[in-house]
């Protein structure tokens, strides 16, 4: 067992007070030789952990799951969720979590290692992770963070001086990922499923103690809870859609209660502007494309809603009613993000009737003539159209004639509309290519400066630097981009 004090670990594990339905104590299986080949220091330094400790053969003992940090309680979380629209059974297969770190704000956070080995819920599998979509995940929702988008984060990656067979051998890898919490739409569905209405209402109580303690005290609390998660869920996938990103899994099992995005396995970011695009290589139906992602997002919730039923109303009538009376928040909310979001970018400052109507001609011009979506965007903030598949075409010049005129009609400065559009519209995203030319130099080559390198680029995506140009350029192939689970 590692002495937390030496590595500031300041642990608690409210979760594995809860009933015994919601998790399995587990252990993480031990590896064969741990080594630390990413770690990030502004996070760990946030958590109020000691770097230079984290750095040493013990930190990376501790990531890998060799060593149990003192005051750990490991568990494996149950939980349910709807995959493609089959409801099945499911829980950390290959995820462990360690503990909960209390940070030197008092804030409560996950610490959880995937691909740490076997679990009761691996069901078949071998509980493990390739380093590849665990570097993958990293970069990611670091890209992610920095974008201003709520997410889990990465705080380490460990190779396991093993192999992996998928398709082929491979070389075997944990990741470190803190949470606000992997409390999920599917662990309420495990538990409406399999528990008692006790056990839900202590679920419930949870989550709203962790992450929504302002209405605890509310007439209706499970109600506001309801409200919160879909406020929650509404912004978020709103501010996906703004910068072109693309979950690709978006089970009830990757919905999380607080509002982090969750679950980097097929996920990627639009090149070519069109609302169908899919990367996921198992999305044969397309249910989770680009254009699908604000409905599934409001399909997901109205499972969440379904599982609180119990807890709304003593009558089953006026809990439905309820309930649908929240969920029918979702779409409007979510609108008013999106159009809030897309008038930034476009540097509007106030409101219009016909600003939508505005924005959608801009996407269907987009859409026509196969525009870079990102790419578009950062050449209106700066006026380089000659940049774009758009210059020239009569629907774009009427389109910014008319965009122009509504600038033109707000109080605001052209200076204060530019830097709108600039804080609203990033020099850079993760480039498809650009990911996987990281990951090939660190997987196949044992070289992370390419990583390294990227994740500097990405760490301010609204600097505009003359350095981030070359990680705006498009991939000169034109064989369509695949993603895979990473199971």
Same mark, same amino acid.
């Given at each position: 067992?590692? %002495?937390?004090?030496?590595?500031?670990?300041?642990?608690?594990?409210?979760?594995?007070?809860?009933?015994?339905?919601?998790?399995?104590?587990?252990?993480p299986t031990p590896v064969r030789s741990p080594k630390l080949v990413i770690l990030n220091n502004k996070l760990a330094e946030s958590l109020g952990l000691n770097v230079q400790a984290l750095q040493s053969e013990d930190g990376a003992a501790?990531?890998?799951?060799?060593?149990?940090?003192?005051?750990?309680?490991?568990?494996?979380?149950?939980?349910?969720?709807? @995959?493609?629209?089959?409801? /099945?059974?499911?829980?950390?297969?290959?995820?462990?979590?360690?503990?909960? @770190?209390?940070?030197?704000?008092?804030?409560?956070?996950?610490?959880?290692?995937?691909?740490?080995?076997?679990?009761?819920?691996?069901?078949?599998?071998?509980?493990?992770?390739?380093?590849?979509?665990?570097?993958?995940?990293?970069?990611?929702?670091?890209?992610?963070?920095?974008?201003?988008?709520?997410?889990?984060?990465?705080?380490?990656?460990?190779?396991?001086?093993?192999?992996?067979?998928? =398709?082929? %051998?491979?070389?075997?890898?944990?990741?470190?990922?803190?949470?606000?919490?992997?409390?999920?739409?599917?662990?309420?569905?495990?538990?409406?499923?399999?528990?008692?209405?006790?056990?839900?209402?202590?679920? +419930? &109580?949870?989550?709203?103690?962790?992450?929504?303690?302002?209405?605890?005290?509310?007439? /209706?609390?499970?109600?506001?809870?309801?409200?919160? !998660?879909?406020?929650?869920?509404?912004?978020?996938?709103? %501010?996906?859609?703004?910068?072109?990103?693309?979950?690709?899994?978006?089970?009830?099992?990757?919905?999380?209660?607080?509002?982090?995005?969750?679950?980097?396995?097929?996920?990627?970011?639009?090149?070519?502007?069109?609302?169908?695009?899919?990367?996921?290589?198992?999305?044969?139906?397309?249910?989770? +494309?680009?254009?699908?992602?604000?409905?599934?997002?409001?399909?997901?919730?109205?499972?969440?809603?379904?599982?609180?039923?119990?807890?709304?109303?003593?009558? =089953?009538?006026?809990?439905?009613?309820? +309930?649908?009376?929240?969920?029918?928040?979702?779409?409007?909310?979510?609108?008013?993000?999106?159009?809030?979001?897309?008038?930034? %970018?476009?540097?509007?400052?106030?409101?219009?009737?016909?600003?939508?109507?505005?924005?959608?001609?801009? #996407?269907?011009?987009?859409?026509?003539?196969?525009?870079?979506?990102?790419? $578009?965007?950062?050449?209106?903030?700066? &006026? $380089?159209?000659?940049?774009?598949?758009?210059?020239?075409?009569?629907?774009?010049?009427?389109?910014?004639?008319?965009?122009?005129?509504?600038?033109?009609?707000?109080?605001?400065?052209?200076?204060?509309?530019?830097? *709108?559009?600039?804080?609203?519209?990033?020099?850079?995203?993760?480039?498809?290519?650009? !990911?996987?030319?990281? *990951? =090939?130099?660190?997987?196949?080559?044992?070289?992370?400066?390419?990583?390294?390198?990227?994740?500097?680029?990405?760490?301010?995506?609204?600097?505009?630097?003359?350095?981030?140009?070359?990680?705006?350029? #498009?991939?000169?192939?034109?064989?369509?981009?695949?993603?895979f689970c990473g199971t």
């Open positions: 067992m590692t %002495k937390s004090k030496e590595t500031g670990w300041n642990l608690d594990n409210s979760y594995a007070r809860l009933p015994g339905l919601f998790f399995s104590s587990t252990n501790v990531f890998a799951g060799n060593e149990i940090p003192e005051g750990a309680s490991p568990l494996a979380q149950a939980y349910g969720g709807h @995959q493609f629209g089959h409801f /099945n059974m499911l829980g950390d297969g290959r995820a462990v979590l360690l503990s909960e @770190q209390i940070t030197p704000r008092d804030e409560r956070v996950d610490i959880q290692l995937k691909g740490s080995g076997r679990t009761p819920y691996s069901r078949g599998g071998d509980g493990r992770a390739a380093l590849g979509p665990m570097l993958r995940e990293y970069i990611i929702s670091e890209a992610m963070y920095a974008l201003g988008i709520p997410t889990t984060r990465s705080l380490a990656v460990v190779t396991t001086g093993e192999l992996v067979i998928r =398709e082929t %051998k491979l070389p075997g890898a944990i990741l470190t990922r803190v949470a606000a919490s992997h409390l999920r739409v599917g662990t309420f569905q495990y538990v409406a499923q399999w528990g008692t209405a006790r056990e839900l209402r202590i679920l +419930a &109580d949870y989550a709203l103690h962790r992450h929504f303690p302002e209405v605890e005290a509310g007439e /209706n609390q499970y109600l506001s809870l309801l409200q919160e !998660v879909v406020k929650r869920q509404a912004e978020l996938i709103a %501010k996906w859609q703004l910068v072109g990103f693309i979950h690709g899994v978006m089970n009830t099992d990757n919905m999380t209660i607080s509002g982090e995005t969750i679950d980097y396995g097929p996920c990627a970011f639009m090149d070519t502007y069109d609302p169908a695009t899919v990367f996921s290589s198992i999305d044969i139906q397309g249910r989770y +494309a680009y254009g699908n992602q604000p409905v599934i997002g409001g399909w997901n919730l109205a499972r969440f809603a379904e599982a609180l039923l119990p807890l709304l109303h003593d009558d =089953e009538e006026q809990a439905v009613e309820l +309930a649908q009376d929240k969920i029918s928040d979702f779409t409007k909310l979510y609108h008013s993000n999106w159009v809030a979001g897309m008038r930034a %970018k476009l540097g509007i400052f106030n409101e219009e009737a016909e600003d939508e109507a505005l924005i959608k001609e801009l #996407l269907s011009v987009m859409k026509k003539h196969r525009a870079d979506y990102t790419n $578009t965007f950062r050449a209106l903030t700066f &006026d $380089t159209l000659e940049d774009t598949a758009l210059l020239g075409t009569p629907e774009f010049t009427e389109w910014h004639e008319r965009w122009q005129t509504r600038l033109g009609r707000q109080q605001e400065s052209k200076d204060s509309s530019n830097q *709108l559009m600039r804080n609203s519209n990033p020099a850079l995203i993760p480039r498809n290519h650009r !990911v996987e030319e990281a *990951l =090939e130099a660190a997987v196949e080559q044992g070289d992370y400066s390419v990583m390294e390198r990227l994740l500097e680029m990405l760490s301010n995506p609204y600097a505009h630097s003359a350095e981030q140009a070359e990680y705006s350029t #498009l991939p000169a192939s034109t064989i369509p981009y695949r993603t």
